[in-house]
């Protein structure tokens, strides 16, 4: 099954990718070749931190193409957010201490807890989609609970 992904996120992956194979690859590759001309490559640490670091753009770019082929790309600009969607941003407002609290709902390999990006398959997402503006919900992790009401829905906007 496809994980959804904004557009935008989609595209900062396809660009990280383009970059590392076009750009950096063939960079570190160059740099190898240069180390290898110094001799005795078993003790040779340009050569050996050169083959390491293509080893480590090899493997970011497996998993970059993983993300690639493995994504339905949803234009959330074509979904309605007077309820909470994927895309949506959500401000709550925390029933026990009047806190505000912002999250929007992105795919799983968007997520940055840092940003307030969750996903929409973690437990608070599921929760929250399809909630209207004004709604009260509860929600329960780790066995502690929350109440929250929903206070604005808008479209997510990256930075």
């Known amino acids: 099954m496809k994980e959804l992904i904004t ?8 660009k990280e990718f383009n970059n590392l194979l076009k750009v950096e690859k063939p960079h570190w590759v160059k740099e190898k070749e240069i180390a290898a001309q110094f001799g005795d490559r078993s003790e040779n640490a340009e050569y050996i931190s050169a083959k390491e670091m293509i080893r480590n753009i090899d493997k970011r770019l497996r998993f970059l193409d993983k993300i690639i082929k493995n994504s339905d790309v949803i234009d959330i600009n074509k979904i309605p957010h007077e309820k909470v969607n994927f895309g949506s941003c959500v401000k709550l407002l925390d029933l026990e201490n009047e806190e505000e609290k912002t999250f929007c709902i ?3 390999y968007e997520t940055n807890p840092n940003e307030n990006l969750i996903s929409n398959k973690s437990p608070l997402g599921r929760v929250l989609l399809g909630k209207k503006l004004n709604e009260e919900f509860e929600f329960t992790i780790n066995e502690k609970n929350y109440e929250y009401e929903v206070i604005e829905i808008k479209e997510y906007e990256h930075k």
């Open 7 to 14: 557009e935008y996120g989609y595209q900062k992956f396809v």
């Open 106 to 108: 992105v795919g799983t």
